[in-house]
């Protein structure tokens, strides 16, 4: 049974600190969503990769949020430094390039940051 | 850009009918998609409509209406584990959109005995 995981699930840090987060996708998507959900907002998309390459993180604020996809089995989100307001549950999705009912994104189990 | 609306709560009674609908503006649409999510959990596929009509799947049916920028999922003989967010989310599509999926704030439903 293929899915998207993320680590770590939960994380408290101070504010000002770099937090890290990582998302392996399932195996032959090609393509991988950050999401950041809060109750406020609901869910917003931050980043898309297609084939690793960055292709949309307009809903990612530039100055201190970044996303990567050093190889195929490993996408991460870095915050620094990181602010109260950021506190959130970020998920990750993967998904297949295509038109298909079979191309839709499969969300991983999320990550809880709260940040004091 | 996209708009999506849909209720933000309904309530309905364990083994009745709910009906969620959503409505949205777009360029390029290229499929709608249903999710639920359980508090606390990752949001699940449950439906998906590109054309328009109904896609029924056990309990779960899905209404697609293109040209009215209108969809609906119904959720028929309500069960307590069906109490959850229900997310519209609609995909454009373009060389720069790929399969990227807008979400809606998501209908709260809670079934109650």
Redesign the interface.
Same mark, same amino acid.
């Given at each position: 049974d293929a899915r998207v995981t993320q680590t770590p699930r939960h994380k408290v840090t101070e504010m000002g600190q770099e937090v890290t987060m990582r998302c392996q996708p399932i195996l032959g998507h090609n393509t991988v969503f950050w999401y950041r959900q809060t109750m406020m907002q609901g869910l917003e998309l931050l980043a898309y990769f297609r084939n690793r390459a960055p292709l949309d993180d307009s809903g990612m604020p530039k100055d201190r949020f970044s996303a990567e996809m050093p190889d195929a089995t490993l996408a991460t989100l870095k915050i620094q430094p990181s602010e109260p307001r950021d506190s959130a549950v970020y998920f990750c999705a993967s998904g297949r390039l295509g038109l298909a009912v079979a191309d839709t994104q499969y969300f991983g189990p999320g990550t809880r940051l709260t940040v004091l | 850009g996209q708009n999506i609306d849909q209720p933000t709560e309904m309530t309905a009674t364990e083994g009745a009918i709910v009906q969620i609908n959503c409505t949205y503006q777009t360029s390029g649409f /290229? =499929?709608l %998609?249903w999710y639920q999510q359980h508090a606390g959990? !990752?949001?699940? %596929?449950l439906s998906?409509n590109?054309l328009d009509g109904l896609e029924e799947k056990g309990r779960f049916s899905s209404f697609l209406s293109r040209s009215k920028g209108y969809s609906y999922l119904l959720l028929k003989e309500l069960q307590m584990k069906d109490s959850a967010s229900y @997310?519209c989310a609609v995909r454009a599509?373009g060389r720069? !959109?790929? /399969?990227? @999926?807008? %979400? =809606? =704030? =998501?209908t709260r439903v809670l079934v109650k005995p």
């Open positions: - | /290229n =499929g %998609f959990e !990752a949001p699940t %596929f998906y590109v @997310l599509w720069a !959109a790929g /399969n990227k @999926l807008t %979400f =809606g =704030g =998501g």
